[in-house]
Nanobody, 115 residues
Framework: QVQLAESGGGLVQPGGSLRLSCAAS????????MGWYRQPSGKERELVAT???????NYADCVKGRFTLSSDNANNTVYLQMNRLKPEDTAVYYC?????????WGQGTQVTVPS
């Protein structure tokens, strides 16, 4: 089993910045990819960004150039730096960790950017 502990999030004005953190614990040796997804109210969950153990990243087009995902493999932690936030970034953000077989989710953290 893998447990994910998220931190960060909150209310920020348009154009502002936030940083989300996600620390994995448990059977982390199984994890090959970590990242963040988000779910706006009334909509489906969508990809924000992912990072492999080797450091390869993948971003949703809508966050490219504004969000940066990084990892600290020694501490099994990933960081999502979110800059130039927009009202459309408002959502519950979920940390995700994937192994060959399993898919793990954090409890979610709210990010609100008022219009």
């Amino acid at each position: 089993q893998v447990q994910l502990a998220e931190s960060g999030g909150g209310l920020v004005q348009p154009g502002g910045s936030l940083r989300l953190s996600c620390a994995a614990s448990g059977s982390t040796f199984r994890v090959s990819v970590m990242g963040w997804y988000r779910q706006p109210s009334g909509k489906e969950r969508e990809l924000v960004a992912t990072i492999t153990r080797g450091g390869n990243t993948n971003y949703a087009d809508c966050v490219k150039g504004r969000f940066t995902l990084s990892s600290d493999n020694a501490n099994n932690t990933v960081y999502l730096q979110m800059n130039r936030l927009k009202p459309e970034d408002t959502a519950v953000y979920y940390c995700n960790a994937r192994s060959m077989i399993f898919n793990y989710w954090g409890q979610g953290t709210q990010v609100t950017v008022p219009s």
